[in-house]
């Protein structure tokens, strides 16, 4: 090897040396804010007994370990996870799985409950929160705070959007993805120049602004914001103040700052420069959906790559088992997701996710639908296109999902059809074999 091409070697080596050295600066100096107090009313039964960033998902994991892990994996180890709608559920599940932080190093998970800080009201939207933590935020003096919704399933590495951030001298960045027009309806849409810096920011638009280029797409936000910490306090405070407004960052706090500030897209796409995986999973249809899409040879959302884990709090379970191998009478899956503990005793099994601890008896097919924990399902069922919530008991015999007559009559059947079982609606007691549903 020559020595120039040896110099060229070392100097983009120290080149690598220095921004990793930067961004590991950096997101020592951010906090991140988690907003997962959301009521996900969307979701009906699934959120009756639980927030929605505690609902599972994937077979063996909870929505909120998505953005957790991602800032984990990010190098973000200052986090606080703000709560209020019936968080029991959220709060046992952060202690049990992310309580591993050393706070004598300055990492932590920390809880934050609403705890009516600056008044008697709850939070009033998604703004509101911070402001009636400013303490807390204040306390922990950061440079940066990267706010993010606790209740999206993704993976993504928070670093290079605060590098952006940084390296823009943006007062707030936004993160964006390409979606189709029409469906932009349901996030903000922002306008963009040719070096990605917000013109215009619409919340929920009924007639979505195309992309110059791309007369079929829009600019969606992902809910994901990065702010200098003296820019957000300045507008968090000037917003408490202002009695007219809904206290909340897409519809107030973004739109109103970006005329006298440089508020800057960020534009979240994969290695090979495609729109990455990103879901909001806010209603029945799109939770099953996005669970079913697990069940592909080669899924978008890869829950296998181990050099991006997804942590989550694991219960002791012996490994899954497939029992009886007669005509008829054969435990199997088939691309399907099987957590352990499960027992499939004879049963068929296919394109489903099935939680852990759930059994399923002999001569029961389970077909195109999402099993959470805890389940039994009898003898001789038929289910299909159907979520099951935690604990619910299913009797032999039973028929789901091939009948919509004669669901609706018990349970909860979504717009494309989609049938919601939880143990209630069975007329069983919430508490089912002595676990609480949640």
């Known amino acids: 090897m020559s020595i120039r091409k040896k110099r060229t070697l070392n100097l983009l080596d120290h080149y690598n040396y220095v921004d990793t050295k930067i961004a590991t600066e950096v997101t020592r100096r951010t906090l991140v804010l988690i907003l997962a107090g959301g009521e996900g009313s969307r979701l009906g039964e699934l959120t009756k007994w639980r927030a929605k960033p505690a609902v599972p998902f994937g077979g063996k994991y909870r929505m909120i370990d998505f953005p957790l892990s991602n800032c984990v994996n990010s190098g973000l180890r200052r986090i606080g996870v703000l709560t209020q709608y019936k968080a029991h559920s959220?709060?046992?599940h952060l202690q049990h799985a992310w309580s591993f932080m050393r706070a004598e190093i300055g990492e932590f998970v920390e809880i934050i409950p609403a705890q009516q800080r600056m008044s008697k009201e709850w939070y009033r939207g998604t703004a509101d929160a911070l402001y009636q933590n400013i303490d807390i935020i204040h306390r922990h003096s950061p440079d940066y705070l990267?706010?993010?919704?606790?209740?999206?399933?993704y993976t993504m590495d928070y670093s290079k959007?605060?590098?952006?951030?940084?390296?823009?001298?943006?007062?707030?960045?936004?993160?964006?993805?390409?979606?189709p027009r029409m469906e932009a309806r349901e996030f903000g849409v922002m306008s963009v120049d040719e070096n990605m810096r917000i013109s215009r920011f619409t919340e929920k638009p009924a007639n979505p602004e195309a992309i110059p280029d791309k007369p079929d797409q829009s600019l969606a936000s992902m809910g994901i914001y990065v702010f200098t910490t003296g820019f957000l306090y300045d507008k968090l405070i000037e917003d408490a103040k202002d009695e007219n407004s809904d206290h909340d960052f897409g519809k107030n706090i973004i739109p109103r700052a970006i005329p006298n500030s440089r508020a800057m897209a960020y534009t979240y796409r994969d290695d090979q420069g495609k729109m990455a995986y990103w879901r909001d999973i806010g209603t029945v249809d799109a939770y099953w959906k996005a669970n079913m899409e697990l069940c592909s040879i080669e899924p978008e959302l890869n829950l296998y790559n181990q050099s991006w884990p997804i942590w989550t709090y694991q219960v002791q379970l012996p490994p899954a088992k497939f029992v009886f191998d007669d005509e008829g009478r054969r435990g199997e899956a088939i691309d399907s997701l099987v957590?352990?503990?499960?027992?499939?005793?004879?049963?068929?099994?296919?394109?489903?996710?099935?939680?852990?601890?759930?059994?399923i008896e002999t001569c029961s097919m389970v077909k195109d639908s999402v099993v959470l924990p805890g389940v039994y399902i009898g003898r001789n069922c038929r289910i299909n296109r159907a979520i099951i919530d935690k604990g619910t008991h299913i009797p032999d015999n039973t028929i789901i999902g091939e009948n919509p007559d004669e669901d609706i009559k018990r349970f909860q059947i979504s717009e494309q059809g989609?049938?919601?079982?939880?143990?209630?609606?069975?007329?069983?007691?919430?508490?089912?074999?002595?676990?609480?549903?949640?």
């Open 146 to 153: 990267l706010v993010l919704g606790g209740d999206h399933i």
């Open 90 to 92: 959220l709060i046992r």
């Open 418 to 438: 989609i049938v919601l079982v939880t143990p209630e609606m069975m007329g069983q007691n919430i508490m089912y074999d002595g676990t609480l549903i949640g």
């Open 339 to 359: 957590s352990g503990g499960c027992i499939i005793a004879g049963a068929h099994v296919k394109r489903s996710v099935i939680f852990f601890a759930t059994r």
């Open 161 to 179: 959007m605060l590098m952006q951030h940084v390296q823009s001298k943006a007062d707030m960045t936004v993160a964006c993805i390409e979606v």
